[in-house]
């Protein structure tokens, strides 16, 4: 039997784009982009998604989900 899932990481080339699309798509609250120093990185309420996680910049070409 495999692990349970602790965290997720959403990331690609445009976070505020990210931050919205999942908001609409789950109706996820989340919160306050953190700061480009941040790589723009938002928290997911872990109330709203059923687990924590973050959405925020890639910091490479390529996004994905971790």
């Known amino acids: 039997m495999g692990r349970q899932i ?3 990481e959403i990331v690609g080339k445009d ?3 990210l ?3 999942y908001r609409e798509l789950f109706d996820w609250e989340v ?3 953190l ?3 941040y790589g723009h ?3 997911v309420d872990q109330k ?3 687990l924590g996680g973050g959405i925020g910049q890639a910091m490479e070409e ?3 989900a971790r």
């Open 31 to 33: 919160g306050p982009d």
């Open 48 to 50: 709203s998604a059923g």
């Open 41 to 43: 990185y938002a928290l």
């Open 6 to 8: 602790g965290h997720f």
């Open 62 to 64: 390529a996004g994905g």
């Open 15 to 17: 976070a505020a784009q």
């Open 19 to 21: 931050h919205s699309f």
């Open 35 to 37: 700061g480009a120093q």
